[in-house]
Structure formats: C-alpha cells, structure tokens
C-alpha cells in the first residue's frame, strides 16, 4: 500500500479540520492514498500541504480550493482538473500535465512550472510569481 506523507500528520486524520468533515469524498481520498492515482476524483477543499504526489494521476479531478502548498505533483497528470481557487503555493509542478486545467483563482506563487503542459489551461486571475 503506498502512502502520502503530510509532513508529522498521518493522511487519515485529514478528514477532520477544526472539528469539520471536509468536502472530499473520503473513498476517493483512499483511493489516491492505495493507488496514487483517482481519475474525476471529488477532492474539493482537501488540505494536503506537503503531499508526495509525484507522477499522481488526476485526471479531471475536482480539486477546487484544495491546500496543496509545497506539494511536490511533480510529473502528475492534472489534465482536464479543476484547481479554481487552490492554493499551490511553492509546489513543484515540473513536468505536470495541466492540459485544460481550470487554474482560475489558484495562488501558482513560487510554483515550480518547469516543463509543466499548460496547453489549454485557463488561468485568468491566477497568481503566478
């Protein structure tokens, strides 16, 4: 079973923030966890600071307002996934596939986008340093 690393948080406790269940389908928070990938996945609001989630695929995901600050999606494939309003933060996209991404809102400061595909990706009102 492959895990994601959250810095000293175990990945299981995320579904709890401030004493609310986040918006995440919880199975297909599993799913990624098992698989490292969750195709069209609900991981809305999701908080992965952190998250080690190189060569993940995401395609289609729903990652709206999700905290992927310093995650390292280095190589996955976001084809196709909404990030509006998430926040990546100093992530490493190097070589991520964001064809036709929503990135309408996402906060990219200091987001390493090196060899990253953005054909087609919107991004208007982004934030990129």
Do not use: H, Y
């Not at 098992?34 to 998250?51: E, K, M, V």
């Not at 307002?65 to 196709?80: D, F, K, T, V």
């Amino acid at each position: 079973m492959k895990s994601i690393i959250l810095g000293s948080v175990s990945f299981g406790l995320i579904f709890w923030l401030a004493g609310r269940v986040i918006a995440a389908n919880p199975q297909q928070v599993n799913e990624l966890r098992q698989t490292n990938q969750c195709l069209g996945c609900d991981l809305r609001s999701i908080p992965l600071p952190r998250a080690s989630l190189a060569n993940a695929n995401l395609q289609g995901a729903d990652l709206r307002g999700a905290n992927l600050r310093e995650a390292n999606l280095a190589g996955a494939n976001l084809s196709g996934a909404s990030l509006s309003g998430a926040s990546l933060r100093q992530a490493n996209l190097q070589g991520a596939n964001l064809t036709e991404a929503n990135l309408i809102g996402a906060d990219l400061t200091g987001a390493n986008l090196d060899n990253a595909n953005l054909k087609g990706a919107t991004w208007v009102d982004g934030t990129i340093k």
